[in-house]
């Protein structure tokens, strides 16, 4: 036994030390390794499957609201950087440079895309004539480069991966429309699919995307308390397009600017499910995003009939439909069963030679701990089930957790006291100024995190300046 426990002995608790467990997490259930690039990571086979099931299911989502993927090259002139004022000088301070082609040095230097903003507006410069060519709904899964100064796993690297729509439409209130659909599609899929509740919202002038006119968010909170922005969609309005003569002659034969968006999500998906859903041994994945939902580990495996009859029941859930593993490494049952919890398989079905007798074996719930005995029979019907029913668990639990550490100030005393003594989101009136902005970073170390669409009055006053208040903020600590 002493030696079962070593897996999970070798994670800090989270009480004790919340960033120390995340990166204990991340490196024992395996999901990175770090790298001699600083601030890169390699993401490893365990890691890069629950992206791959991101991008799976991010992919059909997109795909259902007519979503084209395409694929623009990772270099950018820094002449066609410069070409949107805002934008350059929002990335300038983390883009990098390539100088050099082989040994000779560059005409022009060329940066390695920290987003592609520049490189779309420049081809639908050249692909968009007439209103037919209208809408461009494109989308590119890759990776950028944002040379960061401080980083962490999936948070924060250098390197990371992500998707980045952009989009062209004809009018104003077209772009407004995807801009607004493809944050709620985040939003579903963060609810959904990650069992991650969200609040969302529209940033201030001070947070938006660099270049946009308007920048909608999806805001969750970690178990920490603190704030993760999960995905933004912005709209740029026809400023971009402005910069890159991007026209279109329309139906009446007048020459018009395009009205464009852009939308992303990131790498940084799975860090949020590490510090929403995970715990003291673990990692928790929701079993609709875990690449495998099911591990049968089998107990005295060498007695007869035992891994046959492991492996059968393993092909009974694959054929329902579920992603199953049977574990007959010849580690003891004990060190399995932590292992599977470290890696978050949302179940893992024990089976023995007195299971097999009795005809049945037993279903262990990865959040709960909870055990079902389920007759050989019926164990697909029963593990599909409890999948189903951990999948909303987590979600109703993660939901309880954002609400009772979401508070309301009516005033900056009170501000203060609750973002000293209680990580969380907290709600508060603003007047819509960005000096109280700037204030609140510096008196009471938080951020607005957004606008959010649904608004409540807590007060008719800005909490920071008493003068009339214009939006309910969420604001916060955040990654
Ligand atoms: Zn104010």
Redesign the pocket.
Known sequence: MAKDKKLVEAITSMEEDFAKWYTDVVKKAELIDYTSVKGCMVIKPAGYAIWENIQHELDRRFKETGVENVYLPMFIPESLLQKEKDHVEGFAPEVAWVTHGGLEPLQERLCVRPTSETLFCDFYAKDIHSHRDLPKVYNQWCSVVRWEKTTRPFLRSREFLWQEGHTAHATAEEAEERTKQMLNLYADFCEETLAIPVVRGQKTDKEKFAGAEATYTIESLMHDGKALQSGTSHNFGDGFAKAFGIQFADKDNTLKYVHQTSWGMTTRMIGAIIMVHGDNSGLVLPPRIAPTQVMVIPIQQKKDGVLDKAFEVKDTLAKAGLRVKVDDSDKSPGWKFSEQEMRGVPIRIELGPKDIEAGQAVIVRRDTREKTVAAFDEIADKAAEILETMQTDMLERAREHRDTHTYIAHNIEEMKQIADEKPGFIKAM??G?QE?EDAMKEEVGVTSRCIPFAQEEISGV?V??G?PAKHMVYWGKAY
Do not use: E, V
């Open positions: 603003w007047c100024c109280c800005c920071h300046c003068k």
